[in-house]
């Protein structure tokens, strides 16, 4: 089967914490990424169709006190319930660094 995704993914293990409206944030961990979106897994149903904020931490450089995290939003757009898998759309992002 030829890959037909516009983007390129990108194997990705990272620690996601999302954050959804009048909701606590929710922990998860990213499973791929690429410039469009990302595929994460997370232990709660998350809502095909729900707009999300999602930060996702990078580890920290050798030596360095800053922690780099990605702030993205976009939308849920695909969710495999027996996987736990959600995929998500990348509409805006920003990076965040902070004092580890």
Known sequence: MTEQRK?????????????????PPLPAETR????????FTSPEHVSVG???EYFVTFP??????IEVR??????????????????ASLERYEFLREPA
């Open 50 to 52: 729900e707009t999300i």
């Open 32 to 39: 791929n990424m690429s410039s469009s979106g990302v595929l």
């Open 70 to 87: 990605l702030r993205c939003v976009g939308k849920v757009i695909r969710a495999q319930e027996r996987t736990s898998c959600y995929a």
């Open 7 to 23: 983007n390129q993914r990108y194997d990705l293990r990272l620690p996601c914490e999302i954050q959804r409206q009048a909701k």
């Open 60 to 65: 920290q450089a050798p030596n360095s006190s």
